[in-house]
Each structure stands twice: as C-alpha cells, then as structure tokens.
C-alpha cells in the first residue's frame, strides 16, 4: 500500500527555519508531480509549492524567495525548506505525490509560527 509520510513540523520563532520532509513508501513504480499544500482552520487548502519530474517548480506567490521544495528520486522524498517564517505561515501543512497514475496526500505536520 502506498502512503506518504510527513515530518519536521513544529513551533517555530518567527524569522526562524523548519524543514519539511515527506517520503513515499510501498509499492512505487513511477512518481510524477510532488508538492506541498497547506491549510488554515476554516479555509481551503492552499498549493505552497511544488516540483515535477524533470525538476521544475512552482511557488505560491506569497513564499517566494523563502520557501524551497526539493526531491532525492532516489528515497522517495520531498522536502520543503522554509526561511523566514512568518505568522501567517502558520497551517497544517499536507504533501501531495502522483504515484503510480494516482493522487496521494500525506496526513499533515503542523506548522506554528509564534513567540
């Protein structure tokens, strides 16, 4: 069974830095689109970032320059490092993988930016 698994959420500082980590596991035989989403308590799921095959990305606007998505191929993972938090970044926040011609969602880490 394929599932995804998340890691290295937390509190955070504003200002401060967490990296994102989500691998694949199971029976994968190929792996397109992976990305990470983010939601707020009452709002919709938001695309943060996310990366194709070949390596291309795609940031939300408001994470540019701050946010970086990045995939090892090789383990099955994708990360999302994030710099300068900022409150506003605070969400639980879910990866997103093709897998085997089929959408998978991770189950979410929390993400609190706060002094």
């Known amino acids: 069974q394929v599932q995804l698994v998340e890691s290295g959420g937390g509190l955070v500082q504003p200002g401060g830095s967490l990296r994102l980590s989500c691998a694949a596991s199971?029976?994968?035989?190929?792996?397109?689109?992976m990305g990470w989403y983010r939601q707020v308590l009452g709002k919709e799921r938001e695309l943060v970032a996310t990366?194709?095959?070949?390596?291309?990305?795609n940031y939300k606007d408001s994470v540019k320059g701050r946010f970086t998505i990045s995939r090892d191929n090789a383990k099955n993972t994708v990360y999302l490092q994030m710099n300068s938090l900022k409150p506003e970044d605070t969400a639980v926040y879910y990866c997103?993988?093709?897998?085997?011609?089929?959408?998978?969602w991770g189950k979410g880490t929390l993400v609190t930016v706060s002094l």
């Open positions: 997103n993988a093709h897998l085997n011609g089929m959408r998978y």
């Open positions: 199971g029976s994968i035989f190929s792996i397109n689109a």
């Open positions: 990366t194709t095959a070949d390596g291309s990305t």
